[in-house]
């Protein structure tokens, strides 16, 4: 099962210093951990939603650096490109994984799948046991669908303010964080009711 | 606006204006109609909320009005109100009950909200009683969609909580899943209308459903069958298979009550099963398969429900093998005729791998369960490795065969020896640059050290060859071999091992030569200009770049021409893979020298100490890089020699010959002033009996011609002064031998004497610091008064041992609670 999905800067941005990324979105999937844990001490919902979001970005802070290295191993820096480019720069994505052990920030090792797309990075993070080549595939669909409708690349982002389309999206091709063994039928037609959601 | 200019406001807007925003949010929710504007109003409360670290919460009629939300027909509300809530604090364990108690109208943005709300454990386990339920009571053509998103609900409260289920509840699913896998239904669903797959009418004579290859399927639905629609138990089909593996895991261990057959009766049935599967013989009608695996599904129909699943999940990952098997012979036919591949067929491809995958990964589950499936099993295993393993774009599926064949060869008694040639020698080495594959192949050697040690003990002679993916991309993979190395460090490949890691820079930049060299053509060579490239193309070289690029330990050996390939490989040493992979070379030999000291023998580390002394010139020329490693080894020089003071005087002859060229002095500051400082410390009779006057005389003539040497001139040309550090480590150790020799107690006075003198005039050519100067004169005098004393000078610069550790807090009579006992005792009888 994933434990999160997330969109985050890989760049530098504006304010932020160099090692860190602005989570744009993110979904965690399940329970919160802090609740089952055996501490002795019990968190407050305040101090779970704080180590939640500190979970997040942790997970961003390791996909950016992992990004900036790898594209400096490549030799390759992304070449800016227009709206409209989307599959052409989805082709060029970077890609990787990227381990994180237990306890640093989950409480299992977890595998972090990510795509770097120009300035953006989205993210999967995997359980030890998930099939992580289905979960490839499931990412790069995410990610082509999240480029399209909120038209990302370029200046007027909507990713900020049109949230509730990546929950659509994410409730049918990932729901729950469940990787799904789906063949391109059940796709078209899971698309077509996420299209029509939307729309209304 | 920007993104980050709305980050930025919504982090730092004011309490009053958000009371305002609330208030308009909850009149515009009120309304009737909810327009574009309450939607628009939702996302920024959403991104208010959520770009804020810690919680605000909302006024109770706001959130009684987001909770009605939940339940709105449209589903974007349905999405906003979930999405809010989820930021903010768990509402009163009433409101949430309340949703829950309708299971019937529950969404899966509600559902999703209740999972991320849940308080505790209890919580958890009312919501997986209340959705089991919902499941099973639940008649199979009643109003849908709830079903499909429960199952993903249940696995994801699983996933961190198993024990939120009952016995009870397990049997109940395990049912459920073996319908939904084995029995969905073979004919095609309704019109695919958007938001109605299942309701819609069927107005025309059902279709039976299609393989991907377009061919009329002849057995039981799969996730690789397609039509034009579906109908509800083919998309639970899907959801079934999709959380199968977690399934079986999680519930693996847990006892089925009920099972009356005892082992012996399981491995006669499997047998009789295996037997009527062996003749796998494919019968073709009219294009479509007849399968044998639902040949054998009669004889299942008595087993208990988990053991009934295990048999159900064995039939359902046979036909997807089956079915992969089927499209890849398709699709080899079609490339052979060279036909455009659709994108539609590339996702599918794809997706037929994962599906290997994932049935390779069950049917492991399965016979983890219950080893009398291994029989079974195997075959189809066997030929599916047969089949693929010509083919390295099948890697990452020969990974799973490769975990079956270890966990269950044994049992069957199957040759694995071409699964892990090919899993640790072909793998690196041809695909040491594709990222995932690294990451599951490493995850893979950790998670079965123990088990590759004993089934498979030949894959340690593949170190260099796994070394590879470490070279290549280092900073994804070091903390897989910061895990690894400590069990991959044994007596027969610790020399080869520290070799191999300091070169692993050079195996870097090869592996850089090695890909470019395949993708340029020779005639283009030259015009990058890189000479390291013609190096690699070059036969007069070819024998140094093959035994960097080795696949197993022990072949070749080119220490003697190492030079020659670091000066190749110079210009190497700016490029990006090899700096990262230089950085992590330090971590790794920290580790290295670690776990050495632990398994080798006396003999064993004799020999590193003699390869860290040559090594120390020996390295490829990154800034950074040399000194880097010779704090390592200087570190690691002294914990060892401290373990086993015997090396000294055993590597005496060595050590000796490294500390007296005064070359060293300049090249190899760190590591020269531990190897003196060892000298002086450990070359005396206390640590070694074996330690003559004769040895402790020839130390002392060779380190006081090299003080002599360093203070008496100005450095040679392109090196700086030594540091002082170097010069007082040299007097320190030998004011230490003359203490333990007498005899030389005289010389090493007279040069302290004309050190005092040679500093009395100011400055001197081979110290640029005036401190440092007067630093080193101080030691000089300090130590010149102690040997005045020879007496005092023995026991202070060669102290007994009992005085090195002292053990004072072991003495009970000295010990601390036993005089504040006394001194309680004292104050209380006054």
């Not at chain 1, 950016?64 to 390759?76: I, K, P, T, W, Y």
């Not at chain 1, 977890?110 to 993070?125: R, Y």
């Not at chain 2, 364990?93 to 943005?109: F, K, P, R, W």
């Not at chain 2, 589950?365 to 693929?388: N, Y």
Request: proline share 5%; hydrophobic share 40%; net charge neutral.
């Amino acid at each position: 099962m994933v434990r999160c999905f997330l969109i985050h800067t890989v760049s530098p941005v504006g304010a932020l210093s160099a090692g860190e990324s602005r989570v744009l979105y993110s979904r965690l999937f399940g329970p919160d951990e802090a609740v089952l844990s055996k501490q002795p001490r019990e968190f407050t919902p305040e101090e779970r939603r704080l180590l939640q979001k500190e979970k997040v970005s942790v997970v961003a802070r390791r996909v950016q650096s992992a990004v900036s290295l790898s594209r400096e191993a490549s030799g390759r820096q992304p070449v800016d490109a227009a709206p409209g480019e989307e599959a052409l720069v989805l082709q060029d994505a970077d890609s990787g994984v990227v381990r994180l052990r237990a306890g640093d920030p989950f409480s299992e090792e977890m595998s972090v799948l990510w795509l770097g797309v120009q300035s953006l990075g989205f993210t999967l993070v995997c359980e030890p046991h998930d099939n992580l080549l289905l979960a490839e595939g499931i990412l790069r669909n995410l990610t082509r669908h999240c480029l399209d409708s909120l038209h990302m690349l370029g200046q007027g982002s909507e990713v900020l303010l049109k949230s509730s389309r990546i929950d659509i999206l994410l409730s049918r091709l990932l729901p729950h964080g469940q990787l799904l063994f789906l063949n391109h039928r059940f796709t078209q037609s899971l698309e077509k009711e996420v299209a029509s959601s939307m729309a209304k | 606006m920007k993104p980050r200019v709305f980050w930025l406001f919504s982090r730092e807007i004011h309490e009053t204006e958000l009371q305002k925003f609330y208030s308009r949010l909850v009149k515009l929710l009120q309304l009737k109609e909810l327009g574009h504007e309450t939607v628009d109003s939702l996302h920024r409360l959403h991104l208010i909320l959520s770009a804020n670290k810690y919680a605000r919460t909302l006024p109770s009629d706001l959130q009684q009005r987001l909770l009605l939300l939940l339940s709105s027909p449209a589903e974007q509300l349905q999405v906003l109100s979930s999405a809010v809530l989820r930021e903010t604090p768990p509402s009163s364990g009433e409101e949430l009950n309340n949703i829950q108690e309708n299971v019937s109208q529950l969404n899966t943005h509600a559902a999703a909200l209740l999972v991320s709300q849940a308080r505790s454990r209890t919580d958890l386990n009312n919501l997986c009683a209340q959705l089991v339920h919902g499941l099973e009571g639940r008649p199979s053509d009643g109003p849908t969609r709830s079903l499909t998103f429960t199952l993903p609900v249940l696995n994801s409260i699983l996933r961190l909580s198993p024990e939120s289920l009952t016995e009870e509840h397990v049997a109940i699913l395990s049912k459920k899943f073996v319908d939904w896998l084995r029995y969905a239904s073979i004919v095609q669903g309704g019109g695919a209308s958007a938001g109605g797959f299942f309701t819609g009418p069927r107005s025309r004579q059902p279709l039976p459903t299609a393989e991907l290859d377009g061919s009329v399927s002849g057995d039981f639905f799969t996730v690789l069958c397609v039509g034009q629609g579906f109908t509800e138990d083919q998309w639970m089909n899907v959801y079934s298979f999709s959380m199968l593996r977690q399934w079986l895991l999680t519930y693996h261990s847990v006892s089925s009550g009920n099972s009356t057959m005892d082992t012996a009766n399981r491995l006669q049935l499997s047998l009789s099963l295996s037997h009527s599967f062996s003749n796998d013989d494919r019968s073709e009608v009219d294009g479509s398969v007849v399968s044998m695996v639902s040949a054998t599904s009669s004889t299942s129909r008595l087993l208990p429900p988990k053991e009934r699943l295990r048999e159900k999940a064995f039939q359902y990952c046979q036909r997807l093998i089956e079915q992969c098997d089927r499209t890849c012979e398709a699709e080899r036919r079609r490339e052979f005729l060279s036909f455009p591949s659709e994108a539609q067929k590339k996702s599918d491809t794809e997706l037929q791998k994962a599906c290997m995958v994932e049935a390779v990964c069950v049917l492991d589950c399965v016979c983890v369960e219950d080893p009398s499936m291994v029989f079974r099993t195997f075959p189809s295993i066997k030929a599916l490795f047969s089949r693929l393993s010509s083919d390295l774009s099948y890697a990452r599926i020969l990974l799973p065969i490769a975990q079956f064949y270890l966990n269950h060869g044994e049992i069957a008694a199957v040759d694995c020896e071409c699964v892990w040639k090919l899993v640790f020698a072909r793998f690196p080495a041809e695909l040491f640059n594709d990222p995932f594959l690294a990451h599951e192949l490493l995850r893979f050697l950790r998670q079965n050290l123990d088990s590759l040690r004993l089934r498979a003990p030949e894959f340690i002679r593949f170190l260099p060859n796994l070394l590879k993916f470490l070279a290549w991309d280092s900073s994804a993979v070091v903390d897989d071999f910061v895990d690894l190395l400590p069990s991959l460090v044994t007596e027969g490949t610790a020399v080869e091992m520290l070799h191999t890691l300091l070169d692993l820079p050079c195996l870097s930049a090869s592996l850089v030569l090695q890909l470019r060299s395949m993708s340029l053509p020779i005639s283009e060579s030259s015009s990058r200009g890189l000479l390291s490239l013609d190096a690699f193309r070059n036969p007069a070289f070819r024998g140094l770049f093959l035994f960097l690029l080795r696949v197993e330990t022990g072949s070749g050996h080119t220490i003697d021409r190492l030079s020659t390939l670091h000066d190749l490989l110079a210009e190497a040493a700016d490029w990006p893979r090899v700096v990262r992979c230089a950085q992590v070379v330090p971590v790794l030999l920290h580790i290295y020298f670690n776990t050495v000291a632990t398994v080798a023998e006396e003999k064993l580390l004799a020999h590193l100490i003699l390869v860290m002394l040559e090594r120390s010139g020996l390295l490829l020329a990154i800034p950074m890089y040399s000194r880097e490693i010779h704090r390592v080894f200087s570190c690691h020089l002294l914990r060892l020699c401290k373990l086993r003071p015997s090396l000294v005087v055993d590597q005496s002859h060595e050590l000796l010959e490294f500390a007296g060229t005064t070359a060293n002095v300049y090249s190899k500051e760190e590591v020269y002033t531990h190897v003196v400082w060892v000298l002086g410390e450990y070359l005396s009779a206390s640590s070694d009996s074996r330690c003559s006057v004769a040895l402790i005389t020839s130390c002392f003539e060779t380190l006081e011609a090299v003080l002599f040497e360093i203070t008496s001139s100005a450095p040679p040309p392109g090196s700086v002064c030594p540091a002082p550090k170097v010069i007082t480590t040299l007097m320190s150790a030998l004011a230490k031998l003359a203490s333990r020799s007498h005899d030389l107690i005289p010389r090493v006075s007279l040069f302290f004497s004309k050190l005092r003198t040679a500093a009395r005039n100011g400055s001197v050519a081979w110290c640029a610091d005036e401190d440092d100067l007067v630093a080193i004169v101080t030691r000089g005098e300090e130590l010149w008064s102690l040997l005045k004393a020879p007496g005092v000078a023995q026991s202070v610069l060669t102290p007994p041992p009992h005085v090195l550790t002292p053990r004072w807090h072991r003495d009970t009579n000295l010990a601390m609670p036993l005089q504040l006992r006394v001194l309680t005792r004292l104050t209380h009888s006054q």
